[in-house]
């Protein structure tokens, strides 16, 4: 079993910046996949981002890529979102998700077996 909290959500203007982080309880991510996914209300769970802990490898939405970076930090176990330039469609519950490493970096949410209770984002215009 694995526990993971996310933190770091809250309100931001258009435009502005947040850092979210997730991080595993009782236990270190090597080995794992940790992925972001968010749901806005009245629409599906989407991916976000994902990161291979071991290598650092990384994979990211289409609607994110050049705004959003994922990174994982060693020393503190944890697994960071950096959201720059957010937008009004960026609001949602953000949650991180984990799965043990294998083959593809997966961006679809039943591929994960774990999950965190999420974050708030809001982004107001």
């Known amino acids: 079993q694995v526990q993971l909290v996310e933190s770091g959500g809250g309100l931001v203007q258009a435009g502005g910046s947040l850092r979210l982080s997730c991080a595993a309880s009782?236990?270190?991510?090597?080995?794992?996949?940790v992925a972001w996914f968010r749901q806005a209300p009245g629409k599906e769970r989407e991916f976000v981002a994902a990161?291979?802990?071991?290598?650092?490898?990384?994979v990211y939405a289409d609607s994110v890529k050049g705004r959003f970076t994922i990174s994982s930090d060693n020393a503190k176990n944890l697994v960071t979102l950096q959201m720059n330039s957010l937008q009004p469609e960026d609001a949602a519950i953000y949650s991180c998700?984990?799965?043990?490493?294998?083959?593809?970096?997966?961006?679809?949410?039943?591929?994960?077996?774990?999950w965190g209770q999420g974050t708030q984002v809001t982004v107001s215009s």
């Open positions: 009782g236990r270190t991510f090597s080995s794992y996949d």
């Open positions: 990161i291979r802990w071991s290598g650092g490898f990384s």
């Open positions: 998700a984990v799965r043990p490493s294998r083959f593809l970096l997966r961006q679809t949410k039943d591929a994960y077996d774990y």
